[in-house]
């Protein structure tokens, strides 16, 4: 241990300043407002730390989240040229098909048409 504070070799950081500035101030042969300004250096670095560690994590998931949505962006994009393009589809089928009853509604009506005439002109017995 070096100064029975920190443990030699140990990676200095930011918790560790905190850790040291908590323990300096529980020291008994310490003035009071020594101890209670080693107390505040200790919660102040370890606000510090915490505020860098929200702010890290932030823009890790901002960043994901802007790769997540825009995957997703690019994905509804997709999926909407599908949809209109089915949807176009879909109106053309439908206007055959409408097309496709007129002219076979007029074929029945002129079948109709003849065999009524026909039913007419057939002398009865």
């Known amino acids: 241990m070096n100064g029975a504070y920190m443990i030699e070799g140990a990676e200095t950081n930011i918790e560790m ?45 901002e960043k994901s989240l802007d790769t ?13 040229g599908n949809l209109l393009s089915v949807a176009i589809s879909a109106t053309n089928t439908m206007d055959e098909f409408w097309e496709e009853c007129q002219r076979l509604t007029a074929d029945l009506k002129e079948a109709v048409d003849g065999a009524a005439e026909t039913i007419r002109e057939t002398p009865r017995s």
Not at 68 to 80: H, I, P
């Open 17 to 61: 300043l905190s850790t040291v500035a908590l323990q300096l101030s529980q020291m008994q042969k310490v003035p009071k407002p020594m101890m209670e300004a080693f107390q505040a250096l200790a919660f102040l670095i370890d606000k510090a730390h915490q505020k860098q560690l929200i702010g890290m994590m932030s823009v890790i998931v």
């Open 68 to 80: 997540v949505l825009g995957n997703a962006k690019l994905d509804m994009e997709e999926v909407m």
